[in-house]
């Protein structure tokens, strides 16, 4: 005989089984058992027609992927004497039901691959199982979660093998890091999913070369510019990674310059020799940066550095000395010479005015002789010259001018290549802005000096004279202050100095510092037996103190030990909200606690996680009824007990025994007779099941007494079981045959079931009148208030 059952079935199925038998009356069929296993019993009917029939009931759930056959045998007894049986084979065959989710090989997926990477390249194949068979065995897989980052844009994912290959250009540039999330789903109906991450990390390779960013260029620069001066603030970057990105630079030729290194990739272009704009007014400083990449990758920048003119040339005569020949008589006004000079600076710097010096001044004042034009140098004779009286005279021509500085310039902040945000894992003497300060005042007036007001995680530090480098001097942590304002304030050495301040806002950038982080490291979660399939048992909650995609969580399952049973087809986890879900109803009597964990990870860039144990403890109900146990435990067999006519009371008759699967007052058990209503021969131990009788027997008692013991468990509802038994009066104790007979020493001794169950409860009663005791004590010794909120906060915690 075979039976198709599909799994998981909870309430219990009948199946009608009959015998033929062509015997009639007292040598039909009487009775039928089943071999022993752990689904199957039988319920066993009387018909109206003395007929028996069987009805083979499931007691138990099925699980195909334990047991995909169950071999059972049926054997039919008759009345005869001697009996006779037959048998016959039953084979139930399970049926699948999509009762298993996909399980993936891993949790989380890890794979390098090379930016560039050619289109077609494989990365991994996902794996995962499924218990389930057929079609609720096959599995599909897909990327999940489109959200900003779309996996199919740069990957393809093979839904049947899991193979994933490089679909897009993948550049480390752009992203050193790719978080895939992908399900596995099975095609059953209703499909069952699983979740699984894949971290891609991206190896750079050296396709980037470096470049060149020049600030602050103080051009032109004076020609008399001291050895040292800053001309501009030079800034490698290299968009590649490791080696790749690591760079130096130097000047091209040889020139009066020079490139000093300040922070990293920071540098300072330097006069580094004497400077003169007549010989060259314009340099062409060519600067190459080069990484350390294989092959190296280079680039050039060229700065133009003009050199401005300072008054370092005097003006020059065409000689030392000038003869000017004038006529005697010549007019009065005329111009008798014209003087020039020659200049190599330029524009102010090179024009020339003219003044008389007089050689000695007891000699002829030249003033009265002569005249020059300051500005055009002429020479005009202010009177006739005559030869008898004078034939000869000299005079000097000089040229004077002097300014005297006043502080009347306040110090300028010039910030440049800010780098704002900062991370806050950004290591100390990381550069976070340029300043200059100048001042237009000249001597003591122009001297400044600078510094950062209060105390903050900042310092500066000078680079050449009035070039600073604001750097991190201490540790950041976002969590704790996610911006700075810096004020600095610059101020000069002039009476009275004078200052200015500036204020530079840093914000600092989250990095993924912070794991997600459990309530708690043990959750203990209650679940009532029998809860439908589907029910959210808990929600799991995390805290994270980063930021954005930093601190969104995601929950996946970890089996404690792949020994034990598969967490992944009891309870199911949503990885994005972290509802724990069950995927069966729980059997308090298979199954009363069991253990797992968990592991969040959130979504940063390398993944941080935590692990929580989750303890499911099941809460039993009253769900099972008493079952009696031999010799009257065979349902439909003929109970019987044979006493003699001369018993006295309190003979004893028979013991009923029986057992609850469930546990506490749910399994303890009492026992009545239910039938003969009023009766007054027969009487049961409540917690012994023993049947005894109350009087001697008389002449109007009946020959058979039909009894029906009710056996009830303390559950709300309670549930009960029943079992007949016929007493049968005897004339004497010869004639007296029963199955099974054991007469205890004590009427009201308890059964070991019934004193484990009582010895249970009086301990938990004994535990929770000390609790109160010890409650009560601390009250005593604290304040009313106090002692008051201890107190509820305890009761709460008993109730509970």
């Known amino acids: 005989m075979n039976v198709e059952m599909k799994t998981y079935h909870i309430h219990p199925m009948y199946f009608t089984l009959s015998f033929i038998n062509a015997d009639a009356g007292a040598n039909s069929v009487k009775s039928y058992k089943l071999s022993p296993n752990e689904h199957f019993t039988l319920d066993i009917q009387n018909g109206g027609d003395q007929s028996l029939s069987a009805e083979l009931v499931l007691q138990k759930a099925l699980d195909r992927e334990k047991q995909a056959v169950i071999e ?5 007894i008759d009345g005869g004497k001697p009996p006779k049986t037959g048998n016959v084979q039953i084979q139930v065959n399970v049926l699948d039901v999509n009762d298993n989710s996909p ?16 289109a077609g390249t494989t990365l991994l194949a996902l794996s995962a199982t499924d218990l389930d068979d057929g079609v609720n065995g096959q599995i599909v897989y897909s990327f999940t979660e489109k959200r900003r980052f779309n996996p199919d844009d740069v990957f393809s994912l093979n839904e049947s093998t899991g193979e994933i290959k490089v679909k897009g250009n993948i550049d480390y540039e752009e992203n050193q890091a790719y978080e895939i999330r992908v399900q596995a789903r099975d095609k059953g109906t209703p499909p069952r999913s699983a979740h699984s991450k894949i971290l891609v990390e991206v190896i750079d390779v050296n396709d980037n070369a470096p470049e060149i960013s020049v600030s602050s260029i103080m051009s032109p620069v004076k020609e008399d510019a001291e050895i040292g001066t800053v001309v501009a603030m030079v800034t490698i970057t290299d968009h590649d990674g490791g080696k790749n990105g690591l760079t130096y630079c130097k000047i091209i030729g040889s020139l009066p310059f020079k490139l000093k290194s300040n922070y990293k990739n920071y540098y300072s272009l330097l006069v580094d020799g004497p400077l003169d704009r007549e010989s060259v007014s314009q340099f062409n400083v060519s600067i190459i940066a080069t990484d350390e990449g294989i092959p190296s990758l280079s680039s050039t920048s060229v700065i133009n550095v003009k050199v401005s003119d300072v008054n370092d040339n005097p003006p020059r005569f065409l000689g030392p000395v000038i003869n ?50 300051s500005e055009t140098g002429d020479i005009v004779s202010l009177q006739s010259f005559n030869y008898e009286n004078i034939k000869t005279f000299q005079f000097k021509v000089q040229i004077l001018v002097e300014v005297i500085d006043v502080n009347d310039n306040a110090p300028e ?14 290591e100390i003497g990381t550069v976070v802005a340029m300043l200059t300060i100048t001042d237009r005042d000249g001597g003591k007036n122009g001297l ?23 750097l991190v001097d201490g540790p950041l942590d976002r969590e704790s202050v996610s911006q700075f304002n810096v004020s600095i304030i610059a101020t000069d050495e002039g009476i009275p100095s004078l200052s200015s301040t500036s204020v530079i806002n840093v914000k600092v950038s989250d990095v993924n510092d912070n794991p997600p982080r459990f309530l708690g490291p043990v959750i203990n979660v209650y679940v009532k037996e029998n809860s439908p399939i589907g029910n959210t048992i808990h929600i799991l909650t995390t805290l994270d103190s980063d930021l954005n995609e930093n601190a969104k969580a995601t929950y996946h399952l970890i089996n404690s030990s792949p020994k034990e049973t598969q967490i992944s087809s009891i309870i199911n986890i ?12 729980f059997n308090y009597e298979n199954i009363k606690t069991f253990q797992f964990k968990v592991q969040a990870t959130d979504s940063g860039v390398p993944p941080l996680s935590s692990n929580v144990t989750v303890n499911v403890l099941v809460l039993d109900e009253n769900d099972n009824s008493p079952t009696i146990l031999l010799p009257y435990s065979e349902h439909g067999s003929v109970n019987s007990e044979s006493i003699p006519y001369s018993a006295e009371a309190g003979y004893f008759v028979a013991k009923i025994r029986a057992v609850d699967a469930d546990s506490g007052y749910n399994a303890l058990l009492s026992y009545h007779l239910s039938e003969p209503k009023g009766n007054n021969l027969f009487r049961i131990g409540t917690s012994t099941g023993e049947i005894r009788t109350k009087r001697r027997m008389s002449d109007n008692d009946l020959k058979t007494h039909p009894l029906v013991v009710l056996v009830s468990d303390n559950g709300e509802p309670s549930l009960s079981a029943t079992v007949s038994i016929d007493v049968v009066v005897v004339e004497s104790t010869a004639d007296i045959q029963t199955q099974f007979r054991h007469v205890p020493l004590k009427e009201d001794s308890f059964s070991d079931l019934n004193l484990y169950l009582l010895i249970a409860i009086v301990s938990v009663s004994v535990i929770f009148l000390l609790s109160l005791v010890i409650l009560i004590a601390v009250k005593c010794h ?17 109730k509970t």
């Open 324 to 373: 000017v020949y004038v006529k005697e008589n010549s007019p009065i006004g005329n111009t008798i010479h014209i003087l020039t000079t020659l200049d190599s600076d330029l524009n102010e710097n090179a024009k020339a005015t003219y003044h008389l010096i007089n050689s000695s001044p007891k000699e002829t004042q030249i003033s009265s002789i002569i005249n020059i034009n």
């Open 448 to 470: 400044t000096y600078c510094k950062i007001i209060g105390s903050l995680p900042f310092k500066l530090k000078s680079n050449y004279k009035n070039y600073y480098s604001l």
């Open 103 to 118: 399980v993936f090989s891993k949790s989380l997926y890890k794979v390098q691959v090379s930016e560039n990477e050619n």
């Open 413 to 426: 902040i010039s910030v440049s290549s800010v780098m704002s945000p900062v991370k806050e894992d950004a």
């Open 72 to 76: 059972l045998t049926l054997t039919a």
């Open 574 to 585: 949503n990885s994005e909200t972290g509802d724990i879900v069950s995927l069966q109803s």
């Open 782 to 798: 604290r304040t009313d208030v106090e002692s008051l909120s201890l107190v509820e906060i305890q009761l709460l915690v008993l």
